[in-house]
């Protein structure tokens, strides 16, 4: 059995993954949360500790500060520690150097989102083939665990994928992944999760329609969907990581990713890019100094981890699967809704944050049965759902399917480029 969890990371998704694991101490061993900023690492841990998280007293729980850039010293922390698995829940900047310090070591490896590299956004498509994919003849050849996007989108919607696949579908033609935020922060304008990341994906559009990789604009296909619970709620066509892999590893003819916007949302966000306060790109000030637009617009912005005292509503993730069982044309639409109000009671966090931070512990678990330690580099769908799926139902998000739900229909969108 695996044991010991080091937690790179302190932001929202780290806090939930840190109560979460304190829960399911007496299973995942010593706890540990690193970071550059420490206090922030504090906070989290003082967070669990005031709602009596941590199930088994005689394990640790504490903090260590790091620059998870810095190879040799993430190495050097990982090893002090005795971290046998690592959640990797920091900027997805640092993916590459967090995956390399745990080959070096042996340590299980687990990300939620795909590496970036800070002045490249949108690269050509499959992005994981750009970085991470890269890796996978190191991790088998040195038997290193290594579980690509374990949030929930990408993450739980990969799974559920996979158990349409296993359980649902002879033959899946469309996968249509809609993720939708029906709840209200009180703030004039915020994001749910880092600004700076959260701009960076609104860039270009690339999807997967006819088995090929299409570009198209931001923000220019929108659906409005009947969604259980929340109701109707307009979608929009948006790139996404799950879309990287499960292009190449479910055989489907089209699968596209849907986020939710409202029309405040859009025209601020249109205000903002129109002025250039979201380009990635730095520019010179008045004194000499260099700074990239977006990220003084992350400082301005609130911290996501901020929004949860005040947050009410709920999110509706879900995937709407067409294709063909016993020769018989199928839909189902797989989805899980999660209650802001609810998170916060809970563990101190909003449902963004949570239904992010839940599921890589959750693989944890798995792992440290023995039931996911496979040894090389996967994605969430190459890995068996079912066990995965149940450890989920217990741990907070429930999975919820409905046969012949309220039809999804997209427009025909026309390609601006393929490759």
Not at 41 to 65: G, M, T
Not at 127 to 140: D, G, I, L, S
Not at 187 to 192: G, V
Not at 208 to 237: A, E, T
Request: proline fraction near 5%.
């Amino acid at each position: 059995m695996r044991k010991n969890v080091l937690i790179v990371g302190a932001g929202g998704v780290a806090h939930v993954v840190a109560h979460k694991c304190a829960m399911n101490n007496d299973i995942l061993g010593h706890i540990c949360i690193a970071s550059r900023t420490q206090r922030k690492c504090e906070n989290i841990i003082e967070s669990v500790l005031s709602k009596n998280h941590l199930k088994d007293s005689s394990k640790k729980l504490y903090s260590r500060k790091v620059n998870a850039l810095d190879i040799p010293s993430l190495i050097h922390v990982i090893q002090d520690t005795q971290s046998e698995i690592v959640i990797n829940v920091g900027q997805s900047y640092i993916n590459m150097s967090v995956l390399e310090a745990c080959i070096e070591t042996g340590a299980v490896y687990m990300d939620t989102a795909i590496h970036e590299e800070p002045d490249k956004v949108c690269e050509n498509p499959p992005w994981y083939a750009n970085y991470e994919w890269k890796r996978k003849e190191r991790c088998k050849k040195n038997g290193i665990t290594s579980i690509l996007g374990i949030g929930f989108d990408p993450g739980v919607v990969n799974a559920w994928c996979a158990l349409a696949q296993k359980d649902y579908f002879d033959q899946i033609d469309t996968i249509d992944i809609l993720d939708v935020n029906a709840g209200s922060h009180g703030k004039y304008f915020a994001t749910n999760f880092d600004p700076e990341i959260n701009f960076r994906e609104f860039k270009k559009v690339w999807t997967w329609i006819d088995r090929k990789w299409v570009l198209q604009k931001v923000h220019s296909v929108k659906v409005d969907y009947n969604f259980p619970v929340v109701g109707s709620q307009p979608v929009y066509l948006t790139g996404h990581d799950e879309l990287h892999s499960l292009s190449k590893n479910i055989d489907a003819a089209s699968i596209r990713f849907w986020m939710g916007f409202g029309d405040h949302y859009l025209n601020v966000f249109s205000v903002l890019t129109n002025i250039g306060l979201t380009s990635e790109k730095p520019v010179k000030i008045a004194d000499g100094v260099e700074i990239a637009p977006l990220k003084v617009l992350k400082a301005l912005l609130p911290d996501p981890s901020s929004l949860a005292p005040n947050y009410t509503g709920k999110t509706c993730i879900g995937n709407f699967i067409r294709g063909t069982k016993d020769n018989k044309q199928r839909e189902i639409f797989i989805y899980n809704i999660c209650d802001h109000a609810e998170c916060y009671k809970e563990v101190e966090s909003q449902a963004i944050s949570y239904t992010a931070g839940v599921p890589p512990v959750a693989a944890a678990i798995l792992v440290a049965r023995g039931e996911w330690d496979i040894k090389r580099m996967v994605n969430v769908e190459e890995l068996d759902p079912t066990p995965f799926i149940d450890l989920l139902n217990t741990l907070g998000l429930s999975t919820n399917v409905i046969e012949a739900p309220v039809a999804f229909t997209p427009p025909v969108i026309e390609s601006l480029e393929s490759v």
